[in-house]
């Protein structure tokens, strides 16, 4: 995934696309969406209740990763008449496989995570997670979701 040169979709508001409140919101720009993958991204600010010792830490980086398929989601219904005026859908992380954590991301640094979906009937979602710092690996995993409905 290239990191250079990134520009956000024009997207209003994301929180509104979020179940997340903040302080726990974990993206702050879209930057690619289409049905079956996202790219999203988050400054690390020092106030991140996730940061520790000025680097973010790994659960910091999966629930980013889990916040960026929230993002697709809230997109997704926003999109569409019929649930336009829903609430975001609360997801929970139920599985992860095949976990690796290559760099930390440092306080200012920008976290870029690309998420592919490889299965999603609409209540359960596997993805696989890229999350990259400065052109560096940060993680990769498969990640299972369970979307509540909303």
Request: charged share 15%.
């Amino acid at each position: 995934m290239l990191t250079e040169n990134l520009k956000p979709l024009p997207v209003p508001d994301l929180a509104d696309l979020l179940p997340h409140k903040p302080p726990f919101v974990m993206v702050d720009a879209l930057y690619d969406l289409s049905d079956t993958t996202v790219v999203a991204g988050l400054i690390i600010r020092p106030d991140n209740p996730l940061v520790w010792e000025g680097y973010f830490q790994e659960s910091g980086v999966l629930e980013h990763a889990a916040q960026a398929v929230a993002l697709k989601l809230g997109f997704q219904t926003r999109q569409q008449p019929e649930t336009a005026a829903k609430s975001p859908a609360m997801g929970y992380l139920v599985g992860l496989r095949n976990v690796v954590m290559h760099n930390r991301v440092p306080v200012g640094g920008q976290i870029v995570t690309g998420i592919t979906v490889t299965s999603d009937n609409g209540a359960f979602i596997q993805v696989q997670v890229r999350s990259t710092w400065n052109g560096l690996p940060v993680a990769d995993c498969d990640m299972s979701l369970m979307v509540a409905e909303s």
